[in-house]
T-cell receptor, first 115, second 117 residues
Framework: AQKITQTQPGMFVQEKEAVTLDCTYDTSDQSYGLFWYKQPSSGEMIFLIYQGSYDEQNATEGRYSLNFQKARKSANLVISASQLGDSAMYFCAMREPNTGNQFYFGTGTSLTVIP | EPEVTQTPSHQVTQMGQEVILRCVPISNHLYFYWYRQILGQKVEFLVSFYNNEISEKSEIFDDQFSVERPDGSNFTLKIRSTKLEDSAMYFC???????????????FGPGTRLTVL
């Protein structure tokens, strides 16, 4: 089974609007971390936001927020007030310290912001 | 701000040749990783390295691959005899420890694009 599932291969959003990128995860561990990375066309991986499994509040970082629904095993990324520079691939990832410490990545969502 | 660096940014090689991809992790980090991203696909874990030895590796990391920390700053990935399917972006990452707290996030380098002809 896939550890991380991103079901939206491509998304479009109007500039200044909000957009939600979906991510569901699969783990039997109680302790895990969820991450979102942005990958622009230049290829580098840019850390956006982190949510720990024991965090009771949804993580926020500027225009990024993570809608964490533990019972549903979802960790959706919400980008508010989209900007043209937000156009990129977005990857959801998980780490489980009890089963090695590597990242498991989803297949990514390509976001295009329309002016 | 400290960052992970990787060289070269792009490497072109002939099938069957050996390549060495180089990484300089952040100086006070203890855990090092290599990931691979085939064009248009997700990022896949290859190997993690701690205390001068491999701590985890994936099924992708077969005998053709090896990693080394030859000195106090570099971390290298060697592919002994490249195949066409090794063409990918290779990311190096480092983290200060293995915990899950935010300050233990893995910092990724900019990647090396490997093209095998």
């Amino acid at each position: 089974a896939q550890k991380i599932t991103q079901t939206q291969p491509g998304m479009f959003v109007q500039e200044k609007e909000a957009v939600t990128l979906d991510c569901t995860y699969d783990t039997s561990d109680q302790s895990y971390g969820l991450f979102w990375y942005k990958q622009p066309s230049s290829g580098e991986m840019i850390f956006l936001i982190y949510q720990g499994s024991y965090d009771e509040q949804n993580a926020t970082e500027g225009r990024y927020s993570l809608n964490f629904q533990k019972a549903r095993k979802s960790a959706n990324l919400v980008i508010s007030a989209s900007q043209l520079g937000d156009s990129a691939m977005y990857f959801c990832a998980m780490r489980e310290p009890n089963t090695g410490n590597q990242f498991y990545f989803g297949t990514g969502t390509s976001l295009t912001v329309i002016p | 701000e400290p960052e992970v660096t990787q060289t070269p940014s792009h490497q072109v090689t002939q099938m069957g040749q050996e390549v060495i991809l180089r990484c300089v992790p952040i100086s006070n980090h203890l855990y090092f990783y290599w990931y691979r991203q085939i064009l248009g696909q997700k990022v896949e874990f290859l190997v993690s390295f701690y205390n001068n030895e491999i701590s985890e590796k994936s099924e992708i990391f077969d005998d053709q691959f090896s990693v080394e920390r030859p000195d106090g700053s570099n971390f290298t990935l060697k592919i002994r005899s490249t195949k066409l399917e090794d063409s990918a972006m290779y990311f190096c990452a480092s983290s200060p420890s293995s915990g899950l707290a935010i300050h233990n996030e893995q910092f990724f380098g900019p990647g090396t694009r490997l093209t095998v002809l």
